[in-house]
């Protein structure tokens, strides 16, 4: 998650409240925060196909979030 959010505190909590609300207002039964939810929210966020979304990334530590987070500074 840290390098998901390039190291950034703030960034990072964004994507946690983002994941969690999604998570919330699911209408399925469970609630279980998931990966998957971080996954939409960052491919939310920043449009990085699952390839190059770090929570989908088999390397994730080799993509440059830097890059893909740049747009939405």
Not at 32 to 37: C, F, I, Q, S, Y
Request: with cysteine; hydrophobic share 40%; net charge negative.
């Amino acid at each position: 998650m840290l390098h998901a959010a390039d190291y950034e505190f703030g960034l990072l909590t964004e994507l946690i409240v983002q994941a969690t609300v999604m998570c919330l207002t699911e209408e399925t039964t469970g609630r279980e925060l998931a990966v998957g939810h971080f996954a939409k929210t960052y491919h939310r966020r920043s449009g990085a196909p699952g390839g190059l979304n770090p929570f989908l990334a088999e390397n994730f530590e080799h993509i440059d979030v830097r890059k893909l987070l740049e747009p939405v500074r």
